[in-house]
């Protein structure tokens, strides 16, 4: 599935999802809507909260070791691979 699909579904979703519970709020008054929508709203914080932590301190897919690049063929112009460069690096 291409990443267009998996947007479009996932707007999607989120879009039925948004008009059942605003079909379900209206279906059950503003004073349990609004109960229904804290416990919602924290569930989605927390799930939130939890994604933010793991994108952080997660392994990224660039951290792997014994990655080796090469480049064949023939070059028109500068080719510069490395990692952890430190100070200036001066092209030309």
Same mark, same amino acid.
């Given at each position: 599935? +291409? ?5 479009? /579904?996932?707007?999607?979703?989120? %879009?039925?999802? $948004?008009?059942? %519970?605003? &079909?379900?709020?209206?279906? *059950?008054?503003?004073?349990? #809507?609004?109960? &229904?929508? +804290? ?7 927390? *799930? ?7 994108? #952080?301190?997660?392994? +990224?897919?660039?951290? +792997? ?5 090469? *480049? ?5 112009? /500068? $080719? *510069? ?12």
């Amino acid at each position: 599935m +291409s990443r267009r699909w998996v947007g479009i /579904t996932g707007a999607g979703i989120c %879009l039925v999802a $948004v008009g059942g %519970l605003a &079909v379900y709020f209206v279906a *059950v008054g503003l004073e349990r #809507a609004d109960k &229904v929508a +804290s416990v919602v709203g924290a569930i989605v914080g927390l *799930v939130g909260l939890g994604v933010a932590v793991f994108a #952080a301190f997660g392994k +990224s897919e660039g951290d +792997s070791e014994g990655v080796r690049n090469e *480049v064949n063929g023939t070059v028109h112009g /500068t $080719v *510069v691979q490395g990692k952890d460069f430190h100070g200036p690096i001066n092209l030309g």
